[in-house]
């Protein structure tokens, strides 16, 4: 079964909460990384500790929420080994697992309302890499940029 870590700022983190309701729905297994509460906090401590859980092998896939999931999403790429994908909408989502064999989705808390969230979040799990044109590109990111 699929573990997925999870990661949150303050601007993420209520969204985070009803994501992870979510998952326990849909008996998937998870690892809260954090914030546990709503207070001020730097969303790139939370993209980090789900970047390596990930890469340490401790998760497969990772879910990250800030305001908007960009500032996640710029530092969780930043990770050898990590694909993130910003993806605010269904058919984001779907394309950064088809071609892009995205290994984090990023999230806006700030944009995102939850049922949107919930459709964006059961696309992306359910959705596998295509493979084959795509894993070349995927193999060009790592030879031309060392990541
Ligand atoms: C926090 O206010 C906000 O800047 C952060 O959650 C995120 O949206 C950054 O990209």
């Given at each position: 079964m699929i573990k997925?870590a999870?990661?949150s700022?303050?601007?993420?983190?209520?969204l985070?909460?009803?994501?992870?309701?979510?998952?326990?729905?849909?008996?998937?297994?998870?690892?809260d990384?954090?914030?546990?509460?709503?207070?001020?906090?730097?969303?790139p401590?939370?993209?980090?500790?789900?970047?390596?859980?990930?890469?340490?092998?401790?998760?497969?896939?990772?879910?990250?929420?800030?305001?908007?999931?960009?500032?996640?999403?710029i530092?969780?790429?930043k990770?050898?080994?990590?694909?993130?994908?910003?993806?605010?909408?269904?058919?984001?989502a779907?394309?950064?697992?088809?071609?892009?064999?995205?290994?984090?989705?990023?999230?806006?808390?700030r944009?995102?309302?939850?049922?949107?969230?919930?459709?964006?979040?059961?696309?992306?799990?359910?959705?596998?890499?295509e493979?084959?044109?795509?894993?070349?590109?995927?193999n060009?990111?790592?030879?031309?940029?060392?990541l």
């Open positions: 997925i999870l990661g700022d303050h601007a993420g983190y209520l985070k909460e009803k994501v992870k309701k979510f998952l326990i729905e849909l008996e998937l297994e998870f690892k990384y954090g914030t546990f509460k709503l207070d001020s906090c730097d969303y401590e939370y993209a980090y500790k789900v970047g390596q859980a990930i890469v340490s092998g401790e998760a497969d896939m990772g879910i990250l929420v800030c305001g908007t999931g960009i500032g996640m999403s530092t969780v790429n990770i050898k080994g990590i694909r993130g994908a910003l993806a605010n909408d269904i058919e984001t779907q394309l950064s697992r088809l071609h892009n064999n995205a290994n984090v989705l990023c999230l806006g808390g944009i995102l309302k939850e049922e949107e969230a919930k459709e964006v979040v059961k696309t992306w799990i359910n959705t596998s890499f493979g084959g044109r795509h894993q070349k590109r995927l060009l990111i790592t030879q031309l940029t060392g």
